[in-house]
């Protein structure tokens, strides 16, 4: 028997691709990056061509880099982007570039004629998702509105998840749980497609991949044009995975009710497992299948996290780029020493998070981002210091809102860039008031892709055994009372500052 599993993220940004043993270590791995189009205001947008070839690049490369024998491993699985849209002709191939999930293309006039025809509330208890922009559903309404050729030439509307498997060598189309709820088509109470929806969109159950419940299905065996192309060997079984988030929280170990994962990565998340469906009374947390464990969990998200992070580094910082190049250090650590000079609070400069939107506690498609608080003594260190404080600000909304809907959190685990950062993992436990755990691995959307894979073949006996062997806490910050003031009041303008602009400007 192998000894290896490999996972695949497919993310927005770039793709990357790790080799695991079973105890979830990280063996050899590569990353990819590949682009985003902007068309029109606010629409973003992908293309199979620039991302494909990336995943079998990345692949073939991690599995150099491991020295591993390609026939020692076990299955690979998938993470995807969740709330992308592809619209496939009867050949499997995009009749248009992918519907981004940040793409704003949709607004106001999309989730009225949801509600024309099914009351909002009625819609939140359905799918457990808050009627908005990020949910696949509103940009289906308007490509059905606006792009009615297209419309009419779809044979098959896909997720990245069903995509993705039938270019690896899937024997048909299909998704997971969590990808279908991202869609905002899915029963989430029932685990199954949601047929309310199909009927209102009129799209036959057909045209849609199927529905998979269960964890780590093998869809498929790596073929032999796949193989020569990935380094995986012909015949390597071919698994479900799921939504890059619900990846995330599978490879740090979200199976058991109340545990509780924040992802701060290109998006931004927090989810809390629960053994219950639960639904916020004021309709702004999303409940969504936690795939293949059997429970659900309870979360909300921002839009653009740590991409606010890398959209500072790449407009404002070509100095740091230039001196990383140079010197070998990555400009986020140089940027991050210039944060660590400010104190908490950033010298009273705001920034507002929201390059994409506010999701979150906070469904506001019109939202911009925004930096308040500048006078003549504000440098560019303060600067920076805000925007990571306002994306921490952003998630802090989240974790409010969670426990406003009677969820409790005592500690949270950090996975994504986020926490890779001492002084960013620091800021986070100040600015919660709660300890963040730290994972063996922060690779964890390749861990939880790699661990469905290992549940599917049977090299573990469940997702919790999988977890319980191969996901491990391996440091944690706790707060320090002393910045809780400073923080509190920082936290507070963040949301005066939205609040202000909300009424006049968004």
Not at 71 to 84: D, M, P, T, Y
Not at 338 to 355: D, E, R
Not at 444 to 472: D, F, M, N, P
Request: hydrophobic residues 35%.
């Amino acid at each position: 028997m192998g000894k290896y599993l490999v996972g695949i993220d497919g993310g927005t940004t770039g793709c990357k691709t790790v080799v695991f043993d079973l105890d979830g270590n990280i063996i050899g791995s590569d990353y990819r990056e590949y682009p985003c189009y902007y068309p029109k205001t606010g629409w973003v947008e992908q293309t199979a061509e620039d991302i494909t070839p990336a995943l079998f690049d990345s692949c073939k490369a991690a599995i150099t880099a491991s020295g591993v024998d390609p026939k020692e491993i076990l299955a690979v699985g998938f993470s995807s982007q969740g709330s992308v849209i592809g619209l496939l002709d009867e050949n499997g191939k995009c009749i248009r570039p992918f519907v981004g999930w940040q793409d704003l293309r949709s607004g106001e006039k999309e989730i009225e004629w949801i509600t024309d025809r099914m009351p909002r509330e009625d819609y939140y208890q359905l799918t457990g998702d808050p009627l908005g922009n990020i949910f696949s559903i509103t940009k289906l309404v308007w490509l059905k509105e606006n792009e009615p050729e297209n419309w009419a030439k779809t044979a098959m509307f896909s997720t990245h998840q069903d995509y993705f498997l039938k270019e690896l060598g899937a024997d048909g189309y299909y998704t997971d749980l969590s990808s279908a709820s991202r869609d905002g088509m899915c029963d989430v109470n029932n685990h199954v497609w949601a047929m309310e929806i199909f009927d209102m969109l009129e799209i036959p159950l057909e045209k849609r991949p199927k529905l998979i419940t269960e964890p780590g299905k093998v869809v498929g065996h790596i073929p032999a044009d796949v193989a020569q192309k990935t380094g995986l060997a012909e015949g390597t079984p071919l698994c479900m995975g799921a939504h890059d988030q619900n990846c995330c929280t599978f490879g740090a170990g979200a199976v058991e009710d109340g545990t509780a994962v924040m992802v701060i990565g290109t998006f931004g998340s927090s989810f809390v497992v629960s053994d219950k469906p639960i639904r916020d009374p004021k309709s702004r947390l999303v409940v969504k299948g936690n795939h293949g464990v059997g429970n659900w969990t309870i979360e909300a998200f921002s839009n653009t996290a740590a991409s606010s992070y890398r959209w500072y580094r790449d407009t404002f910082c070509d100095l740091e780029k230039a001196a990383g190049a140079v010197s070998g250090i990555d400009p986020y650590e140089l940027i991050n020493s210039q944060i660590a000079s400010v104190p908490p609070g950033a010298n009273g400069i705001t920034f507002l998070s929201y390059l994409q939107g506010a999701s979150g506690s906070r469904i506001n498609s019109n939202a911009r981002g925004t930096f308040v608080g500048m006078c003549l003594g504000t440098k560019k260190a303060d600067m920076a210091r805000s925007v990571m404080e306002g994306i921490c600000y952003e998630m802090n909304d989240i974790v409010q809102a969670e426990q406003e809907a009677g969820i409790k959190i005592e500690s949270i685990r950090i996975t994504g860039g986020a926490a890779k950062s001492p002084l960013w993992c620091q800021m986070l436990a100040d600015v919660f008031q709660k300890p963040i755990h730290i994972l063996q691995t922060s690779e964890t959307g390749c861990l939880g892709a790699a661990l469905y894979a290992g549940v599917g073949i049977g090299a573990y006996e469940s997702c919790k055994a999988a977890a319980e062997r191969a996901v491990r806490i391996s440091d944690t910050y706790y707060p320090n009372s002393k910045n809780f003031k400073a923080y509190e009041a920082a936290y507070q303008r963040f949301v005066n500052v939205y609040e202000a602009l909300d009424k006049k400007v968004f």
